[in-house]
């Protein structure tokens, strides 16, 4: 009897153990198109109370009013504002916590509005608060604040029917298990980073259709993101799944070819044959192509391909064709069409031999060199020097650290957050950076 009254206890103690108070989260909005969840519990590299101690500016997180035992909650709203939700545990604690930053000048006095609080942090993310859950939302303008403010109190009233942790965001979120985990819309990243995401997808596919989810790491100013492409509808899950399934592992051929200062590269291992479909249906792809695919059959090219290739992309220019492609090949017969290229150029472009096997593009917006090795190596870029560094070894590289995290991988995308300012870009890294730290790089490999 002692005995079978014991397994009860200790069942029901289990089962209460896991049911977490989540009703906090409910202030998240259902549609919010990216979920990135942090436990500070678990968290270790990065200090695991510092997820708010940039933004309220403090050195103790103890009486502050906020329970950092539950997961830290970042989320993009269904009209693209950025936002941070925590659990509060009291009220009165975190409103005086507050107003003691305001006495010291770090942000304006809290005011009460349909029965909520709030205050500006950081000159452009609107804090507001209930007894449940703080939200920190932004950023916006002073003009925006009182129209930010009446969103947020309306994410405050919401219950679980309204909230996040009934959408199928939430339940692939809450599957992973790390330190810090994220599942988001490739449509809810900036643009500069979809691409490589989302090879694989059928072109006909709606951007909402294809995610991410990813596990995370924070050390030294890198974050590292193990992750997958994947989606919610069985046919476009289905075309991925499969498209992945052409990836080999990266040998490091071009991993020192990526100078440190550029914006961002993708680094795979393909045969050309299988790879070229992927590249064809993906949308982003094809609009850095669009610049020179009219003169270049670059199609022809990536068909040829047999091992290592590496896209770097040294900074973004709406219009004018910014990247560099390196990648062993397993073929050139490609190059016995050039004359033919040359003939057919469209109106106001040219294709000029610059030297042996190596010839490029120029037109009044694009200007693209390219040519093969003896070995076999196509190198191309924007310019001689660009085009010649495709497949040298870069002054000041990535670091061998980041280069180990790659080589053996079956894709890995390198994002150099140092390069981006303003646009919804700028938005992600100002708000990274107080919850994460100095975050310079983001390594992303295939799970």
């Known amino acids: 009897m002692m005995k079978r009254f014991a397994l009860y206890i200790l069942g029901l103690v289990t089962i209460l153990a896991s049911c977490t108070d989540n009703s906090y989260l409910d202030a998240v909005p259902a549609e919010s ?31 502050t009013g906020l329970d950092l035992s539950h ?13 941070v939700c925590v659990k509060v545990n009291s009220e009165s604690s975190l409103t005086e916590t507050i107003e003691s930053l305001a006495m010291k000048g770090a942000c ?41 403010q009446q969103q947020i109190a309306r994410y405050l009233k919401q219950d679980e029917d309204n909230g996040i942790t009934t959408s199928r965001l939430y339940a692939k979120l809450d599957s992973l298990d790390a330190p810090i985990t994220m599942v988001a819309q490739a449509q809810a990243l900036p643009a500069q980073f979809v691409a490589p995401f989302t090879l694989g997808a059928p072109k006909d596919s709606d951007p909402s259709q294809v995610l991410i989810s990813a596990e995370m790491k924070v050390s030294k100013g890198i974050m590292t993101m193990k992750g997958q492409t994947f989606s919610f509808n069985k046919r476009v899950d289905k075309a991925i799944k499969e498209a992945t399934a052409n990836y080999r592992p990266i040998k490091g051929k071009y991993l020192a070819s990526m100078p440190q200062d550029a914006m961002m590269g993708m680094f795979v291992n393909v045969d050309g044959t299988k790879f070229l479909p992927m590249m064809q249906s993906n949308k982003g792809v094809q609009a850095l192509l669009a610049g020179i695919n009219t003169a270049v059959d670059m199609d022809n090219i990536i068909r040829s391909v047999d091992g290592d290739m590496a896209i770097i992309t040294p900074t973004y220019g709406e219009n004018s064709l910014t990247m560099s492609m390196s990648a062993q090949l397993g073929n050139i ?115």
């Open 333 to 447: 017969g490609w190059t016995l069409d050039v004359d033919y290229w040359k003939h057919s150029c469209p109106a106001g472009g040219k294709i000029v031999d610059w030297q042996d096997k190596a010839w490029y593009y120029t037109d009044n917006k694009t200007t693209f060199f390219f040519g093969v090795t003896p070995d076999l190596q196509f190198y191309s870029g924007s310019s001689k020097e660009e085009a010649l560094a495709s497949i040298a070894k870069a002054q000041k590289p990535l670091s061998d650290e980041i280069q180990q995290m790659i080589a053996g991988q079956r894709l890995a995308m390198v994002i150099n957050m140092n390069a981006f300012s303003g646009d919804k870009a700028g938005a992600v890294t100002s708000m990274l950076k107080p919850i994460f730290g100095n975050v310079q790089t983001i390594v992303y490999t295939l799970k």
């Open 108 to 148: 304006p006095k809290p005011i009460e509005r349909r029965g909520f609080h709030f205050t500006m942090l950081k000159d452009s993310w609107v804090a507001g608060w209930s007894d449940n859950s703080l939200l920190i939302m932004g950023p916006v303008t002073i003009d925006k604040q009182a129209e930010m």
């Open 71 to 83: 997961k830290v909650m970042l989320f993009e709203a269904p009209d693209g504002n950025l936002g």
């Open 33 to 63: 198109t990216a979920l990135i969840a942090m436990d500070p519990g678990k968290m270790s590299g990065i200090n695991n109370v510092a997820v708010l101690k940039s933004l309220l500016k403090v050195s103790n997180m103890d009486k």
